[in-house]
């Protein structure tokens, strides 16, 4: 059962076409997973998990878990945490590192090519940020917010703590985003 805030917040997040996810801190995001991706399935979007923190193989049971039937992740951390891969469903797509924007973007394009009523969630800006520059995730978050009006798909770029990030890059960021929530 999702309360009506979160609910609310998640309609924002569908009726834009690219939001920014402001959290103080994981757990916000931890606590309230189910009922976002749930209530986003209901909604009939696929979600595309884009993970730079979370190993893939979680994210999958977490939206399994949240009764999720349809989805994609992308996982870009998994290779730099195991010596061998865990077995992994045909839904979870391995890239080799964060720090492979080109290659992330064309995983991306290629699903949103492929799918319609896609829920695109980035997860997320802060931990992308620890093995890109600025201007690389400028010119990264820039590609996709463009794919995403072109292809009329919804994209969710999520912030973890901004503390750690430059108040102007933040800024920047806002230039490409149709709706901020603060969870």
Not at 23 to 39: A, K, P, Q, T, V
Not at 41 to 70: A, R
Not at 86 to 94: A, F, N, Y
Not at 115 to 123: A, E, P, S, T
Request: hydrophobic fraction near 40%; avoid cysteine.
């Amino acid at each position: 059962m999702v309360d009506d805030e979160i609910l609310s917040d998640i309609k924002k997040l569908v009726n834009s076409t690219v939001g920014l996810l402001m959290l103080n801190e994981r757990e916000r995001l931890n606590d309230n997973f189910s009922s976002i991706f749930y209530n986003i399935s209901e909604m009939g979007f696929m979600p595309i998990y884009v993970t730079g923190s979370v190993p893939g193989d979680s994210i999958e049971s977490q939206l399994l878990q949240s009764g999720v039937k349809k989805y994609k992740v992308i996982d870009t951390i998994t290779r730099s945490l195991y010596k061998d891969l865990p077995k992994l469903s045909q839904d979870v797509i391995v890239l080799d590192s964060p720090a492979d924007l080109t290659r992330l973007s064309i995983s991306i394009e290629n699903i949103v090519n492929d799918n319609k009523n896609l829920f695109v969630f980035i997860d997320s800006i802060t931990s992308f940020s620890i093995y890109n520059s600025q201007n690389e995730m400028l010119r990264f978050i820039h590609y996709i917010s463009s794919l995403s009006h072109e292809k009329k798909q919804k994209t969710v770029f999520v912030v973890i703590n901004d503390d750690g990030l430059d108040s102007n890059f933040i800024d920047k960021v806002r230039s490409f985003i149709d709706q901020e929530i603060k969870l």
